[in-house]
């Protein structure tokens, strides 16, 4: 004791050097490798964020292209995947399915797991972010009884994936741009977000020198609990349930709810730990909401209106002004992507999707670091000073 720094949840202890993302939560910033994610969101599609999260550098044209190639020639999982899903019931949780799966490519991949030689680092993060979608778009065919689509790769990363979604062998997904735009978007925002719960999941898995791919499943497993990457589906629900008992005329009493801290009610889809005066995720995806509404005719979607009339009525009480409580990109994520015709027990499997990059880009960070060392949090220990082991006889 006195030893050591005791910091439960970390709230003020960094545990690397990274020079992959950079949040001001007071300014409400966040920067991929410099670049502010409102410029990222407008001018970059998926694949060319991937390459700057994993390169430090924007692609030109003729990088784009290449790195477009690769990642397509890499989107066909193993055939043999199909017998692993296969196992699962139909109605498990597709984070049930992802953290298996995944976890699983390792064992087809094991000729090129060592983690000391930079071409297998590169090929397994290009696999990773190749076969993510593929692997998604698996788990949602088998839960509702459809053939799996194979990818197309004469389509973009994003097309890609709505195609391996909602085709069937009775018909063909037609590509909408304004839908395929807006997936991309959820995708570029979710990309990376510094040393978040499953992110640091997958770099302390990966500091025992763990291969790729099960250190992404870790972060999967992390990724999916309702604090983190499970909010989107718990602030749809959350919507969901207050239009069922009445909609925006009962927004006054959910919010008595959620400020009476023994209800255990918390407004899902607000707060954050490093966002303390708004998060800029949350302001695109709002627009990005309105965009997709308006293109499929939905301009009186009565969950985004409840969205926003919950919005404007936290963001004017005491409770949460006092608290720093603002939306965050959960808020909206899940309007969205119900609008897009993604179920939502898959919305934490979208959000997968889009931190792998992430992840691998932070695990090829650590793993290059010299410093680099096992990660070994230390503890203060209060429990029993030493004692017999008494015999049975004796025990209470
Ligand atoms: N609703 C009601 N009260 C809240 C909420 C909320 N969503 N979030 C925080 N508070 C209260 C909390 O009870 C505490 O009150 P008090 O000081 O009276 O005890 C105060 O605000 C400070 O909160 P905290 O729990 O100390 O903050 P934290 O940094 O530990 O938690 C959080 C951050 C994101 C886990 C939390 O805000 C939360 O549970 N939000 C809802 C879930 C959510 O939307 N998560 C998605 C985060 S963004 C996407 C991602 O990164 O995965």
């Known amino acids: 004791t006195g030893k050591f720094t005791y ?6 202890t960094a545990a690397c050097n990274s020079s992959i993302t950079y949040i001001d939560g007071d300014k409400g910033e966040l920067l991929y490798r410099g670049y502010p994610i409102e410029q990222l969101a407008v001018n970059c599609d998926f694949l060319e964020t991937c390459y700057l999260l994993l390169n430090g550098e924007l692609p030109n044209q003729a990088q784009k292209d290449e790195f477009v190639a690769t990642v397509t020639k890499h989107t066909m999982v193993h055939e043999q995947m199909q017998f692993f899903f296969r196992g699962f019931r139909r109605d498990a949780h597709p984070m049930a399915v992802l953290v298996g799966t995944v976890g699983a490519l390792s064992s087809f991949y094991h000729d090129s797991l060592d983690i000391s030689d930079k071409h297998h680092r590169d ?22 009884g459809q053939p799996f689509v194979y990818p197309r790769n004469d389509l973009s990363y994003s097309a890609n994936f709505m195609r391996m979604m909602f085709s069937n ?25 510094e040393q978040n719960a499953s992110t640091s999941t997958v770099r302390l898995a990966g500091s025992s020198g763990a291969n790729p791919f099960a250190c992404i499943a870790a ?8 604090a983190h990457g499970g909010a989107n589906e718990a602030a749809l629900q959350m919507l969901e349930d207050i239009q069922k008992q009445g909609g925006v005329e009962r927004i006054g009493e959910f919010i008595a709810k959620v400020k009476d801290k023994n209800s255990g009610v918390k407004l899902m889809g607000f707060g954050h730990r490093v966002y303390k005066n708004y998060d800029p995720r949350a302001k695109l995806m709002r627009e990005t909401c309105y965009e997709v509404l308006n293109e499929l005719g939905l301009h009186d979607d009565p969950l985004f209106k409840l969205a926003m009339a919950l919005e404007k009525i936290a963001l004017e009480d005491e409770y949460f002004v006092s608290r720093k409580l603002y939306p ?9 992507q119900r609008a897009l015709g993604i179920p939502v027990s898959l919305f934490t499997g979208i959000f997968a999707m889009a931190r792998t990059v992430g992840w691998i880009a932070q695990w090829n960070e650590m ?29 209470g």
């Open 328 to 336: 965050n990109v959960d808020f909206y994520s899940g309007i969205v």
């Open 219 to 226: 972060g999967i497993a992390c990724l999916w609990g309702p």
């Open 367 to 395: 793993i290059s670091d010299p410093e680099q060392k096992i990660g070994r949090p230390r503890q203060l220990f209060v429990g029993s000073p030493t004692r017999e082991v008494p015999p049975m006889s004796k025990r």
């Open 7 to 12: 910091d439960p949840g970390f709230m003020s």
């Open 169 to 193: 062998p009775c018909e063909d997904y037609k590509v909408n741009d304004v839908l395929v735009r807006a997936l991309d978007r959820i995708l570029i925002l979710h990309a990376d977000h």
């Open 123 to 144: 090929v397994s993060a290009i696999r990773l972010i190749a076969k993510l979608p593929t692997l998604v778009a698996m788990a949602y065919k088998y839960s509702i």
